[in-house]
């Protein structure tokens, strides 16, 4: 596939064209500024951090002392998850195939075997889904996104690019590809079907409210229904349970609640972008308790970054993710993009940042991520695996 230059957006052909717009644009636009962020671990949502660094010391919130008004703590942090290891629901799955879906695009898929699975997706979502199904053991190639410690050792098929390989896809023998609309070429996709590879295509959004479904997609898919229906259960479960912890230590007086926006940034790039409604940035924020200050501007999916929409948004935290953060050169890089110094988390240095691995990857690993930008903003400096963003 041919390198995606900075800057440019790249609308992938499907069939049928995809409705969920904002999601997909806004998937490019990562994608977009993947060539310019050189190595392994540069491209939009690979890992902040080491990927081996599985589980970092945290402390019990009833040790914590939640700030009684967080808007004014001053300084960076870096939101952490406790283990970014995926527990399986099963080590003993029992996939009844073949599995006959109807996928995402309307497409009919028969899949015969899951012997040898390749999940493959912006986000690195699919992957872990496919690991927390129980099937962690046959993936035999992963995304350049999937970032949990298992799957570490998975050849890469997708490149700092973020665009299907054939070549690659076709020498690791697949009997099953999972993916969605946020990777390409299509071409790429017909070439595999051609090939007789099974190739079910899922939902691209993401966000809180797709973790479910999205596990219940892929689980049919791979004929392992009662896993997917203990998965989600558990997830359900987990991340219910991690919203109402939040919800005790979110401030009740509306004006001491955190205005919080997303920024995605590649400085090499040249690509600076706010994230808004749709963009699964908004469901972050608000299962955190934060007020997406982007979606009530009217910012929808996503929207360049300038000194007046900031102006307009007033945040006091701006999110980002690890990589991004430091390809503008830390929080001091940071306060020099337009308008951001001058908005109350600029002058508080309030920057929260996150592994891209894991920030909006919206899979099994949701309610830690969850937990641990709740510790961040409410929280700050209180757990030992706490460090000043860009520290690292």
């Given at each position: 596939m041919g390198a995606v230059r900075p800057g440019i957006i790249r609308k992938w052909r499907l069939r049928p064209p995809p409705?969920?717009?904002?999601?997909?644009?806004?998937?490019?636009?990562?994608?977009?500024?993947?060539?310019?962020?050189?190595?392994?671990?540069?491209a939009p949502t690979a890992a902040g951090g080491s990927v081996t660094a599985t589980r970092n010391p945290v402390l019990p919130w009833s040790q914590l002392k939640p700030l009684a008004d967080p808007r004014t703590y001053q300084g960076p942090?870096?939101?952490?998850?406790?283990?970014?290891?995926?527990?399986?629901?099963?080590?003993?799955?029992?996939?009844?195939?073949?599995?006959?879906?109807?996928?995402?695009?309307?497409?009919?898929?028969?899949?015969?075997?899951v012997d040898r699975i390749l999940a493959l997706d912006l986000y690195g979502t699919l992957s872990a889904t496919v690991y927390g199904l129980g099937l962690g053991g046959e993936l035999v190639g992963r995304d350049q996104s999937t970032g949990f410690p298992e799957a570490a050792?998975?050849?890469?098929?997708?490149?700092?690019?973020?665009?299907?390989?054939?070549?690659?896809?076709?020498?690791?023998?697949?009997?099953?590809?999972?993916?969605?609309?946020?990777?390409?070429?299509?071409?790429?996709?017909?070439?595999?079907?051609?090939?007789?590879?099974?190739?079910?295509v899922v939902d691209a959004k993401r966000g809180i409210a797709t973790v479910r479904p999205l596990v219940d997609q892929v689980a049919a898919a791979l004929g392992v229904r009662a896993e997917g229906k203990l998965l989600g259960d558990r997830l359900d479960t987990q991340i219910a349970a991690e919203k109402a912890q939040i919800a005790k230590v979110v401030p009740a007086e509306p004006a001491r609640r955190l205005r919080v926006e997303f920024l995605y940034v590649r400085g090499q790039a040249g690509v600076y972008y706010i994230f808004g409604q749709g963009s699964g940035a908004d469901s972050l924020i608000d299962a955190v308790g934060g007020v997406d200050v982007a979606t009530r501007a009217g910012i929808k999916g996503f929207s360049p970054l300038n000194a007046e929409a900031l102006a307009k948004t007033r945040p006091?935290?701006?999110?980002?993710?690890?990589?991004?953060?430091?390809?503008?050169?830390?929080?001091?890089?940071?306060?020099?993009?337009?308008?951001?110094?001058?908005?109350?988390?600029?002058?508080?240095?309030?920057?929260?940042?996150?592994?891209?691995?894991?920030?909006?990857?919206?899979?099994?690993?949701?309610?830690?991520?969850?937990?641990?930008?709740?510790?961040?903003?409410?929280?700050?400096?209180?757990?030992?695996?706490t460090v000043p963003a860009g520290a690292r």
């Open positions: 409705r969920r717009v904002a999601a997909v644009t806004a998937a490019l636009v990562l994608a977009a500024a993947a060539t310019a962020c050189g190595g392994g671990g540069s942090t870096t939101a952490t998850v406790a283990d970014a290891d995926i527990t399986p629901v099963t080590t003993a799955p029992h996939p009844v195939l073949p599995a006959s879906v109807t996928d995402n695009q309307g497409t009919k898929v028969t899949v015969r075997s050792k998975l050849p890469v098929v997708t490149g700092s690019t973020h665009q299907l390989n054939a070549e690659a896809i076709l020498k690791l023998h697949p009997t099953v590809l999972i993916t969605d609309s946020t990777l390409g070429p299509w071409d790429v996709v017909l070439q595999m079907r051609s090939a007789g590879i099974p190739v079910v006091d935290v701006i999110i980002m993710m690890t990589l991004g953060l430091q390809s503008v050169g830390g929080v001091d890089g940071a306060l020099k993009l337009p308008g951001v110094a001058q908005t109350p988390a600029g002058r508080q240095r309030r920057i929260v940042d996150m592994s891209d691995y894991q920030v909006l990857s919206f899979g099994p690993l949701t309610a830690p991520v969850l937990d641990g930008l709740a510790r961040a903003l409410y929280a700050p400096g209180q757990d030992p695996a």
